[in-house]
Nanobody, 120 residues
Framework: QVQLVESGGGLVQAGGSLRLSCAAS????????MGWFRQAPGKEREFVAA????????YYADSAKGRFTISRDNAKNTVYLQMISLKPEDTAVYYC?????????????WGQGTQVTVSS
């Protein structure tokens, strides 16, 4: 079993940048495909980005393409989400998740989330 802890959220002005981190413990992160999701107040949780265990394959929601970059450092057991050109509509709690069976499969483990607030 893996435990996930997100960090790096905060308050930023529109147009600014943040880098979220997701640190894993308990098992090596290289065993999992990883994803980032977000949930805004009153809305359903939505997919943001995903990365294969090797880091070779990445996928993005349309809202994230061109502005967000998912990456991983398996040696550091950490996954990142670099976000630039942030918009007020990016405001949400951001969660990382791990999928033991790989990309396209159900996510088995979730972090507690980190708040991102983008002011206009």
């Amino acid at each position: 079993q893996v435990q996930l802890v997100e960090s790096g959220g905060g308050l930023v002005q529109a147009g600014g940048s943040l880098r979220l981190s997701c640190a894993a413990s308990g098992r090596a992160l290289s065993n999992y495909a990883m994803g980032w999701f977000r949930q805004a107040p009153g809305k359903e949780r939505e997919f943001v980005a995903a990365i294969s265990w090797s880091g070779i394959s990445t996928y993005y929601a349309d809202s994230a393409k061109g502005r967000f970059t998912i990456s991983r450092d398996n040696a550091k057991n950490t996954v990142y989400l670099q976000m630039i050109s942030l918009k007020p509509e990016d405001t949400a709690v951001y969660y990382c998740a791990a999928a033991e069976s790989g990309l396209g499969y159900e996510y088995d483990y979730w972090g507690q989330g980190t708040q991102v607030t983008v002011s206009s």
